[in-house]
Structures are given as structure tokens and as C-alpha cells.
T-cell receptor
């Protein structure tokens, strides 16, 4: 089974520039997540999609961050304009859980992440 | 949301059992305890989860106290490849969706 794919793996930009990250979840996974992981901290959820709808974006800085999941498969996370404090690893994860499906297992599969450095 | 408390770091000798503690004194009756780990430069990886009973799989064992206020992840025979940050997470339930909130975790270093 192919895992969660992310690209690029590394990105260096200057502050005030724009950047986009791409994620391809595991085939058939209804739920997709974007996390931000600052060095030395655990991942923080930015946004969660169920199919192509947003379930939770309460931690997403909406003045500069946006995300979409067209057709309920691939997803893109964009930052515009970037700030120095956006330097972090951006992780994408997916899981089988979907609305109405009662599951006792909530295994999220993570991609390798994109390391963003804002200078 | 129940919070977890883990030691910042711990060392373990290769081939010995590694016992990783986690406190979750405010856990609710329907909240599960999950463990993930993150090897350097990789995304987190699911290890195991449990509700009340002890659980075991090919990677680890999870021991949950009877009052459910704490748990221990056991890596039975630690190898150098087990060096990672280990996260103890209590699953938050929100409608039909489930959210995982990661803390800082325990940095485990397995030494030869």
C-alpha cells in the first residue's frame, strides 16, 4: 500500500513570499489533515477535511493560510505571505474515518512532511 | 480535553525493555489512549491504542492502570531504530470525528 505522499520535501523562501505544499493521501482515505510542527514541539493540527469539506480549521491562520481539497483526494496548503514564524515542518496525514462511521481505531498515516524555512 | 504528561526524555539500553510512562488524570470514560512515535525527519507513526484493557501488538504493549489515570508503553526489546520521540495522546471526541492533540512527547534514546 502506497503511503501519504508530500511535495516538495524542502522549501526555502524569503518572508512575504508565497509557497504551496501538495499532499496525496492514501487511496480511499476520506479524512485528510494538515499539521504544523515547529522545531521541538509536537504537531499542531491546522485543518481537517472530510472528503472535500472542512471539518475543523480553528487553528488555521486564515489571514495568510489557505487549504483546499478539490474532488476529495489531493490537497494543497498555501501560505501567502509567509512570515519568519512559519518556518516549520508541514505534515499531511490521512485516515479512513468518515462521517457517521463509528470507529474505535483512529490510525492516522503521516507523510514525510515538507520542511519550510522562511528567511 | 484530557491532557497528558510525559517525561521530557529517557535513555534505554539496546536489548532491554523500555517503559514509557504517561499520566492522563483527567481522561474521560470514553476516551482512548493512543501512542505514536516520530523518528527523526519522518512523520509520526501509529504504535498502539487502548481503552481499559492492556493491549499488545507486534510493536509494543500498552498497560493502562485500573483507574485509567496513567499508562505505560513498553517496548520489549529496544533497538537503535527505536530512538524517536514518543507521543502519548488522549483522543478527543467531537461529534463523529476524532481529533488527536500532540504534546511535546518523550525523546527516547536507545544506546548500544
Amino acid at each position: 500500500e502506497a503511503g501519504v505522499a508530500q511535495s516538495p520535501r524542502y522549501k526555502i523562501i524569503e518572508k512575504r513570499q508565497s509557497v504551496a505544499f501538495w499532499c496525496n493521501p492514501i487511496s480511499g482515505h476520506a479524512t485528510l489533515y494538515w499539521y504544523q510542527q515547529i522545531l521541538g514541539q509536537g504537531p499542531k493540527l491546522l485543518i481537517q477535511f472530510q472528503n472535500n469539506g472542512v471539518v475543523d480549521d480553528s487553528q488555521l491562520p486564515k489571514d495568510r493560510f489557505s487549504a483546499e481539497r478539490l474532488k476529495g483526494v489531493d490537497s494543497t496548503l498555501k501560505i501567502q505571505p509567509a512570515k519568519l514564524e512559519d518556518s516549520a515542518v508541514y505534515l499531511c496525514a490521512s485516515s479512513l474515518d468518515s462521517p457517521g462511521r463509528r470507529s474505535t481505531s483512529y490510525e492516522q498515516y503521516f507523510g514525510p512532511g515538507t520542511r519550510l524555512t522562511v528567511t | 480535553d484530557a491532557k497528558t504528561t510525559q517525561p521530557t526524555s529517557m535513555d534505554c539500553a539496546e536489548g532491554r525493555a523500555a517503559n514509557l510512562p504517561c499520566n492522563h488524570s483527567t481522561i474521560s470514560g470514553n476516551e482512548y489512549v493512543y501512542w505514536y512515535r516520530q523518528i527523526h525527519s519522518q512523520g509520526p507513526q501509529y504504535i498502539i491504542h487502548g481503552l481499559k484493557n492492556n493491549e499488545t501488538n507486534e510493536m509494543a504493549s500498552l498497560i493502562i492502570t485500573e483507574d485509567r489515570k496513567s499508562s505505560t508503553l513498553i517496548l520489549p526489546h529496544a533497538t537503535l531504530r527505536d530512538t524517536a520521540v514518543y507521543y502519548c495522546i488522549v483522543r478527543v471526541r467531537r461529534s463523529n470525528d476524532y481529533k488527536l492533540s500532540f504534546g511535546a512527547g518523550t525523546t527516547v534514546t536507545v544506546r548500544a
